[in-house]
């Protein structure tokens, strides 16, 4: 059995079965400490309350329910998919890590080795982040409140800067492709801003996501096409 048989034939269906297993258990382990409050205490928010509740909840980010499975999957695969949303951190932690990660073995996205490769990478930044979490929630309040102002406020430049490597990486691989892609976020956020779309429920929280992500579609298929006839 070649590595391409193996990877569709036994690695992607074990990765689904476990994948489904753990997930169930985690949105069972979420709603544990509701069900004692419920069942052991006898505190229980009124039907009309729930309702009120996940009404909220769904208008503001019920979108991103759907907009990152689709945005993500096409880097990080089944696996990593299954441990992003298990996890968190999502945007801002398990994406950058894998895709570092297939910077540094040189493995394209959406391929069956870029989808093993960005695994790892989310792996190890999984038990990296679950580390520094521990650590930091036992001591970060007492080493946070020792920092001078500036540093303080240079960490919130952190993200940003991460992502900002990132472009560059793939920006240097395709060029003309980041530049079509970074002229219409940088339109579609002020857009944004500027109220334009104040119509659709919630889009400063999902539009700008959605918008690029398809918009990149349509790009690299144009790109592509023009390559073929080349």
């Given amino acids: 059995m070649n590595?391409?048989?193996?990877?569709?034939?036994?690695y992607v269906p074990q990765v689904n079965k476990i994948g489904k297993i753990t997930g169930y258990l985690g949105v069972l382990l979420s709603f544990t400490p509701a069900l004692v409050l419920a069942v052991v205490y006898g505190i229980l928010p009124k039907p009309a309350a729930l309702l009120t509740a996940f009404i909220s909840g769904a208008s503001a980010f019920g979108v991103l329910w759907f907009v990152e499975p689709i945005s993500y999957?096409?880097?990080?695969?089944a696996a990593g998919t299954y441990m992003a949303f298990l996890s968190g951190n999502i945007s801002n932690m398990r994406i950058p890590c894998a895709s570092m990660a297939q910077v540094a073995a040189d493995v394209e996205p959406g391929t069956e080795k870029g989808s093993v490769v960005a695994t790892l990478g989310m792996a190890v930044s999984i038990v990296i982040n679950v580390s520094v979490l521990t650590i930091g929630a036992i001591l970060g309040t007492s080493v946070l409140s020792m920092l001078p102002d500036t540093i303080k406020a240079a960490l919130n430049y952190l993200l940003p800067a991460l992502f900002g490597a990132l472009l560059v990486q793939f920006g240097?691989?395709?060029k003309k492709h980041s530049v079509i892609m970074v002229v219409f976020a940088i339109i579609l956020y002020f857009m944004i801003g500027m109220g334009y779309f104040n119509w659709l429920p919630g889009a400063s929280n999902w539009l700008g996501t959605l918008g690029c992500v398809f918009v990149s579609i349509a790009?690299?298929?144009?790109?592509?096409?023009?390559?073929?006839?080349?």
């Fill in 219 to 230: 790009v690299g298929m144009a790109t592509l096409k023009n390559t073929t006839k080349e």
């Fill in 172 to 174: 240097m691989k395709m």
């Fill in 3 to 10: 590595n391409q048989d193996y990877y569709n034939k036994e």
């Fill in 73 to 77: 999957f096409p880097v990080v695969g």
